[in-house]
């Protein structure tokens, strides 16, 4: 099997930052869509083994798969592999149109902005959940990249946009703004449970999300909302944010009695990987956690007070960013917080940042950084402030030979990073 990333030989220039690389490849290898359905989900004559749970499909009339998120459309084809024609239909609305599925259909929507191309998928979406019957089973495939890709009308797209558009620049957490999603749609916070009842519903959760509220991804819509319309409202008074129309969503539990949500891949499956490699690779490991949302000065502070000689510091979830208001800068999260890592790293030291979806909102997945490339940035005349302010951090690396190239990939577990210090002294 060749290498995720595509520069790796590039970018390895020494046996550490290989090594860095090397940890890197076991997270991507391990949230792989189809080694995590084809090492979870079985089916055994008429039993379908989900994660340990069992599912007599002679016990139901039709089966549906239905599903939103980047992962929707390669599941949807594994999915098929395993269930064959005892599908009746389905939809999913993804990344990528894959067209080899025989009974899903399967649309490309946009993302991160929704557009009219996710609400007319997600119309397809809805009336084959409104057709499921109390003796059908109904698979559903949730991602990240779900909120943007399930629009149940253009109204709710419209409001969509403008709350990405503006919430970016307030600082807010994913939840803060999931809780708001909820709230100006009528499929999300639990909409398509009800309309999928009274049916047996599973959901298949590739979460996105950094630690374990898995309710938050793509906004919950199979999970019972405990937000309610005066939580959004309060939100929006304390970002300075108005004119959205807010719903409240389903708060009857009887829509959930028939839902059962089996978390498929997280974060922590990244981590637990990138733990097995140093360790393969005669590191010790320190996880500091999987759902760190700290500025970004801090999450440095936090790996740097954690390092140990000879031991690789991991951790998962997305750095708080602030996008200056008036600025066009190119790249992300991962980018940056390379660039921060840059005045705390020591000289035997290695950090790596990268989107678990090989796009961190620039052609790149992340950046690889160490002790040298400051220097290096000095000798090529860049000056790192003139990238600094607007966070243009993408065409900074983008002459040094720092950053990952992975393509776009469909799966996505929130960002990860890695700090390597090796015990030669430094």
Do not use: W
């Amino acid at each position: 099997m060749g290498k995720i990333i595509k520069n790796f030989k590039d970018l390895a220039t020494d046996q550490y930052r290989r090594d860095a690389l090397e940890i890197v490849e076991a997270a991507y290898e391990s949230i792989d869509t189809e080694n995590v359905i084809l090492n979870n989900i079985v089916l055994k004559e008429e039993i379908l083994l989900i994660k340990g749970n069992e599912y007599d499909l002679s016990k139901y009339d039709d089966i549906y798969i239905i599903g939103f998120g980047k992962v929707s459309c390669s599941a949807a084809l594994i999915l098929e592999s395993i269930l064959g024609d005892r599908i009746k239909s389905g939809t999913v609305i993804g990344i990528s149109e894959n067209n080899t599925c025989n009974f899903i259909q399967t649309y490309k929507g946009t993302h991160p902005l929704p557009s009219n191309q996710n609400v007319i998928a997600s119309k397809k979406l809805s009336d084959i959940s409104m057709n499921a019957k109390e003796k059908d089973l109904v698979l559903v495939i949730i991602g990240g990249g779900g909120s943007a890709l399930l629009c149940s009308s253009e109204k709710e797209c419209d409001q969509g946009i403008r709350l990405y558009e503006e919430f970016k620049c307030t600082g807010g957490s994913i939840k803060e703004i999931n809780i708001l999603r909820k709230h100006i749609s009528d499929l999300k916070g639990g909409g398509l449970a009800k309309k999928l009842y009274p049916a047996t519903v599973v959901g298949l959760v590739f979460s996105d999300v950094p630690g374990d509220d898995y309710s938050i991804v793509a906004s919950g819509p199979t999970y019972k909302d405990e937000s309610t319309i005066d939580d959004a409202q309060e939100i929006l008074d304390n970002y300075n944010m108005s004119g959205f129309k807010l719903v409240e969503t389903p708060k009857d539990d009887k829509y959930f009695e028939n839902v059962k949500n089996i978390l498929m891949v997280s974060n922590n499956t990244a981590l637990d990987a990138m733990e097995k490699a140093a360790r393969y690779r005669g590191y010790d490991s320190y996880n500091i956690g999987s759902e760190i949302y700290l500025n970004q000065k801090d999450t440095a502070k936090v790996l740097k007070k954690k390092s140990k000689k000879g031991t690789v510091c991991i951790a998962g979830g997305e750095t708080k960013l602030v996008i200056p208001k008036g600025c066009k800068g190119v790249g992300g999260r991962n980018d940056s917080m390379s660039l921060m890592m840059l005045g705390y790293l020591k000289k035997n030291q290695v950090f790596v940042s990268f989107a678990s979806d090989g796009h961190d909102n620039s052609g790149s997945a992340g950046c690889i950084v160490d002790y040298n490339t400051k220097k290096e940035i000095k000798n090529l005349g860049i000056k790192i402030k003139k990238y600094k302010v607007c966070l243009d951090t993408y065409n900074l690396f983008s002459q040094t030979n720092n950053l990952l190239d992975t393509g776009y990939l469909e799966s996505n577990v929130s960002d990860l990073m890695l700090l390597l210090t090796y015990k030669k002294n430094g």
